[in-house]
Nanobody, 121 residues
Framework: QVQLVESGGGLVQPGGSLRLSCAAS????????VGWYRQAPGQQRELVAR???????NYADSVKGRFTISRDTAKTTVYLQMNSLKPEDTAVYYC???????????????WGQGTQVTVSS
């Protein structure tokens, strides 16, 4: 089981930016597809962005053009750059990694504590 630690959340005004980080504890993370998810109060967790070990990316329509997912050259940290933030982006953001199908389905046995992102004036 890969231990993942999310960080970088906070309070930001609409139109602002944040960069989230997802750090892994094991080198096997390098071969995983990694997804960033978010869950707002009363809503289901949704996949907002994913990146494969080869660097291919995919985004939810709601964040396309505003969010960018990337991973460092050592592939042990995955980032989510969030620009032009909107109040509806407010949620707890989580990351997780594994086979592509698992990332798309979000069917992981465990999750980290996530990082809170609040967009408000």
């Amino acid at each position: 089981q890969v231990q993942l630690v999310e960080s970088g959340g906070g309070l930001v005004q609409p139109g602002g930016s944040l960069r989230l980080s997802c750090a892994a504890s094991v080198s096997a993370f390098k071969v995983y597809t990694v997804g960033w998810y978010r869950q707002a109060p009363g809503q289901q967790r949704e996949l907002v962005a994913r990146i494969t070990s080869g660097g291919s990316t995919n985004y939810a329509d709601s964040v396309k053009g505003r969010f960018t997912i990337s991973r460092d050259t050592a592939k042990t940290t995955v980032y989510l750059q969030m620009n032009s933030l909107k109040p509806e982006d407010t949620a707890v953001y989580y990351c997780n990694g594994g086979p592509l199908a698992t990332v798309v389905a979000g069917t992981f046995g465990s999750w980290g504590q996530g990082t809170q992102v609040t967009v408000s004036s």
